[in-house]
């Protein structure tokens, strides 16, 4: 069964100071999630990623998927205490028709003022 | 912005007890799932709905778990006795179109005691 691993498990950065966040896939992906949470609190859709090669930004938040390297990164540019969470990656095992997600273990990241 | 709305925010039950976990999908949209996050635990996909069935489901949702669309607004998970086991957060969410991305609820914490 496919397997995301995310990494780092946690980040702590100064206010300001950009990071990557990268999620590996054990098998082919065929499209990437990427979603924010608040501890305890639901799910925040940010971007999804379905081309190998295709790169998506929202504010200062920018993805990419590397199909080959069965990988996507998500990198923060200038990083604000707004932007601390828990973030997460998902894909679709089937092929992304299913609605059926698995999740990474989640990137916990702090920004210190 | 549309949401899918989850009820109750938080429900303890004893042990062997029926829940029921509620959602109210965004209006338009055509597919609903069910997930859950045991505390520490990476995201867990339980069963996705369309058109009034169930499409997928995964080995979690066994039969002690069903769902129901009750009313054509209503999106509802049961749990017909609950075990120590089964205490997560559970969260509801909905798509329109599935390449087009998931919107989670805020999910339900279950704790059973």
């Known amino acids: 069964s496919q397997e995301l691993e995310q990494s780092p498990q946690s980040l702590i950065v100064q206010e300001g100071k950009n990071l990557t966040i990268n999620c590996t896939s054990s098998?082919?992906?065929?499209?990437l999630y990427w979603y924010k949470q608040k501890y305890g609190e639901g799910l925040i859709f940010l971007m999804m990623l379905q081309k190998g090669g295709e790169e998506k930004s929202h504010e200062k938040i920018t993805a990419k998927l590397d199909e080959k390297k069965q990988q996507s990164s998500l990198h923060i540019t200038a990083s604000q205490p707004s932007h601390a969470g828990i973030y997460l990656c998902?894909?679709?095992?089937?092929?992304?028709?299913?609605?059926?997600?698995?999740f990474g273990q989640g990137t916990t990241l702090q920004v210190k003022p | 912005e549309p949401e899918v709305t989850q009820t109750p925010s938080h429900q303890v039950t004893q042990m062997g007890q029926e829940v029921i976990l509620r959602c109210v999908p965004i209006?338009?949209?055509?597919?609903f799932y069910w997930y859950r996050q045991i505390l520490g635990q990476k995201v867990e996909f339980l069963v996705s709905?369309?058109?009034?069935?169930?499409?997928?489901k995964s080995e979690i949702f066994d039969d002690q778990f069903s769902v129901e669309r009750p009313d054509g607004s209503n999106f509802t998970l049961k749990i017909r006795s609950t075990k120590l086991e089964d205490s997560a957060m559970y969260f509801c969410a909905s798509s329109r179109v599935i390449a087009y991305g998931y919107t989670f609820g805020s999910g339900t914490r279950l704790t059973v005691v």
């Open positions: 098998k082919t992906l065929y499209g």
């Open positions: 709905f369309y058109n009034n069935e169930i499409s997928e």
């Open positions: 209006s338009n949209h055509l597919y």
């Open positions: 998902g894909a679709d095992p089937k092929g992304g028709n299913t609605g059926k997600l698995i």
